[in-house]
T-cell receptor
Framework: SQTIHQWPATLVQPVGSPLSLECTVE??????LYWYRQAAGRGLQLLFY??????ISSEVPQNLSASRPQDRQFILSSKKLLLSDSGFYLC??????????FGSGTRLTVV | DQQVKQNSPSLSVQEGRISILNCDYT??????FLWYKKYPAEGPTFLIS?????DKNEDGRFTVFLNKSAKHLSLHIVPSQPGDSAVYFC??????????FGTGTSLTVIP
């Protein structure tokens, strides 16, 4: 069966520190992978998506970057966190008939 | 540019009554629509879908209605239960993969 793992569940980081959130998918090959951020009043904002290894598309300019070093691994990073990076981050993979399957999310608080 | 909109950020309903959540979209090319349910600190989970060739899809207590001419869809929950209290997101797609999400409606079912 297909599953998606995302960690950590919660993270508190100081301003200016680096960030690395990891997402892995099992049970499927060459999935389309997505990073979303949920912010109050803005719903689910698409940050990055990837259709294959090394292929990253960015939807909005920001302080974050994404990488896909392996077929089923998607990483969200930042070199220096800002207060405005706080939020709930979700990884997802795409299924054409059923939309997306989401990970359990990471609550990031930048202090 | 928000292509999918949920204009009601919150909704309160008595247990046993009907909950109606609304969603509007602007892109007439959207041909597949979904509703997701999200509990706090968890990833969204797929609830129900509808394609543009239909105007209604029913699954147990959940029914989604699509009005293409009005570019409007709605989710009906009958009867509403306290466990239905969550944030509901609608999403739309025209590529079969990339979905655009609304801002969410927080439903509270009062026992």
């Amino acid at each position: 069966s297909q599953t998606i793992h995302q960690w950590p569940a919660t993270l508190v980081q100081p301003v200016g520190s680096p960030l690395s959130l990891e997402c892995t998918v099992e049970g499927t090959s060459n999935p389309n992978l997505y990073w979303y951020r949920q912010a109050a009043g803005r719903g689910l904002q698409l940050l990055f998506y990837s259709v294959g290894i090394g292929q990253i598309s960015s939807e909005v300019p920001q302080n974050l970057s994404a990488s896909r070093p392996q077929d089923r691994q998607f990483i969200l990073s930042s070199k220096k966190l800002l207060l405005s990076d706080s939020g709930f981050y979700l990884c997802a993979y795409g299924q054409s008939n059923y939309g997306y399957t989401f990970g359990s999310g990471t609550r990031l608080t930048v202090v | 540019d928000q292509q999918v909109k949920q204009n009601s950020p919150s909704l309160s309903v008595q247990e046993g009554r009907i909950s109606i959540l609304n969603c509007d979209y602007t892109n007439s090319m959207f041909d597949y629509f979904l509703w997701y349910k999200k509990y706090p600190a968890e990833g969204p989970t797929f609830l129900i879908s509808i394609s543009s060739i239909k105007d209604k899809n029913e699954d147990g207590r959940f029914t989604v209605f699509l009005n293409k001419s009005a570019k409007h869809l709605s989710l009906h929950i009958v009867p509403s239960q306290p466990g239905d209290s969550a944030v509901y997101f609608c999403a739309a797609s025209y590529t079969g993969n990339q979905f655009y999400f609304g801002t969410g409606t927080s439903l509270t079912v009062i026992p």
